[in-house]
């Protein structure tokens, strides 16, 4: 199902019941799976690879060639999942070097006006609000979820079950499980919402309460004594801790408190 007035290279691949509305342009390596829907107006190049169910809305361009001054004009790469949404005017690039694609997981939701910069690399079931700026080399974990008009610094790390407020200004780590909000940003408390959202039990919950309250609580703390302290009393079944633990372990750019 292609209209008349898209244009489709020859070479391009399409899997089954791919609908390419008015205007689309698709070029020569990008290949499209099963159902992915481009409503009107979308530009899809380069060697860019999409997964199921995939939807693009008017004015996304995706799969455009990086911002990176040390781009030598090889071939690079874009790698996306399955059911991804991309709204109006998202622009998603490609990798700088083709050893490292940008990737999007699947399930994710990038809303109007949102920029995924060159070697990104985001997994499952993101929320990426309106006008949020990802700078390349960023790692967001599942489910994290990005306000709108957020700036994130290039290579940070955005930790899952995160929320960042909207206009934050991030140029460090996010911790996982955490509320980041302000200008410069820093650790505002759990996520409690979201993550009763997503099924976490008391005793999960409480766990993380009481790692941020040792980690985040007390800025004044050297961050080595509170990681310390806090691995000392860590049951070994929670997980989510030890998750957070480590994400704060191995931080190269430092953590937001």
Request: glycine letters at 10%.
């Amino acid at each position: 199902m292609i209209h008349p007035t898209a244009i489709v290279s020859p070479k391009a691949e399409l899997g089954r019941n791919v609908r390419i509305g008015p205007y689309c342009i698709v070029g020569a390596n990008v290949v499209l799976g099963d159902d992915c829907v481009l409503h009107s107006h979308v530009v899809l190049e380069g060697h860019a690879k999409f997964g199921r169910a995939n939807e693009f809305f008017p004015f996304a361009a995706i799969g455009g060639k990086t911002q990176d001054l040390k781009y030598k004009e090889e071939p690079t790469y874009l790698e996306a999942g399955d059911y991804n949404v991309f709204r109006e005017n998202t622009t998603v690039h490609r990798g700088t070097h083709a050893e490292l694609p940008t990737r999007i997981g699947s399930h994710n939701l990038l809303l109007c006006y949102s920029h995924v910069a060159h070697d990104c690399q985001l997994g499952d079931h993101i929320i990426l609000s309106n006008s949020v700026g990802l700078a390349g080399h960023i790692t967001v974990e599942d489910h994290a979820i990005v306000s709108g008009m957020a700036a994130v610094h290039q290579f940070c790390k955005i930790g899952c079950h995160s929320i960042i407020g909207g206009c934050s200004k991030v140029s460090q780590d996010v911790p996982p499980y955490m509320i980041v909000d302000g200008n410069p940003a820093g650790t505002r408390g759990v996520n409690l919402v979201g993550l009763q959202r997503r099924g976490f039990d008391e005793s999960e919950i409480r766990a993380i309460k009481n790692a941020y309250k040792k980690l985040f609580l007390k800025k004044d703390t050297n961050l080595a004594t509170a990681l310390s302290s806090l691995k000392a009393m860590v049951p070994a079944d929670a997980h989510h801790v030890a998750h957070l633990i480590h994400f704060v372990e191995n931080s190269q750019r430092g953590i937001i408190r």
